[in-house]
């Protein structure tokens, strides 16, 4: 990809990692996000809004889930 377009190649591997990461939300339902994949979501960029998104549910659920596995945005 770097030779076709000269984009940074670390630009470049971000990217893919967020791909990654929203490809492995995308087959989960909201009952199977345990803390640990939450944790890296949001430490990766994901809004709540993005993450519900991905397990079709709710912000306001994922918020909700995300507060109960002890994830705030304090220690983020």
Avoid: H
């Avoid at 009952?31 to 939450?38: C, P, R």
């Amino acid at each position: 990809m770097y030779e076709l377009t000269k984009i940074d190649r670390w630009f470049l591997e971000k990217m893919k990692n967020i791909i990654e990461l929203q490809t492995r939300l995308e087959k989960l339902s909201p009952g199977e996000l345990d803390q640990n994949i939450l944790l890296e979501a949001k430490q990766t960029g994901f809004a709540d809004k993005q993450i519900a998104a991905c397990v079709k549910s709710t912000e306001g659920a994922i918020r909700d889930l995300r507060i109960e596995k002890g994830i705030n945005n304090l220690l983020l």
